[in-house]
């Protein structure tokens, strides 16, 4: 995938990043041959490789039990917001 100068300019209005001009191009150029690789990754063999639980052979994840350790709080942690309503946390809209 090749991302256009509009591409770049859209993502950084997004992220409010201020591009300069000559960035531009620069970012242009990372992030596509960055997809492009990503792409390739595609194309990799994978038949036949069983999914790994841990990168070391022989080795598997501690879990813990799955239990309620703590009491519910939310109304304790709530009394300090500004805005809460139904039991959520009511924020400034941020994007457009």
Same mark, same amino acid.
């Given at each position: ?18 591009? &300069?001009?000559?960035?531009? *191009?620069?970012?242009?150029? +990372? ?6 690789? #990503?792409? !390739?990754? %595609? ?6 490789? &069983?999914?790994?639980?841990? *990168?070391?052979?022989?080795? +598997? ?6 239990? #309620?350790? !703590?009491? %519910? ?24």
């Amino acid at each position: 995938m090749s991302l256009t100068r509009n591409d770049i300019e859209s993502i950084a209005r997004l992220a409010r990043l201020e591009l &300069t001009e000559a960035e531009i *191009p620069i970012y242009v150029d +990372s992030l596509s041959r960055i997809f492009k690789f #990503v792409g !390739e990754l %595609d194309s990799a063999p994978t038949e036949g490789t &069983t999914p790994m639980a841990h *990168p070391l052979p022989g080795h +598997s994840q501690r879990l813990r039990a799955d239990q #309620v350790s !703590e009491v %519910d709080q939310r109304a304790r942690f709530q009394r300090n917001a500004p805005q809460v309503e139904a039991g959520l946390y009511l924020v400034p809209k941020v994007l457009e």
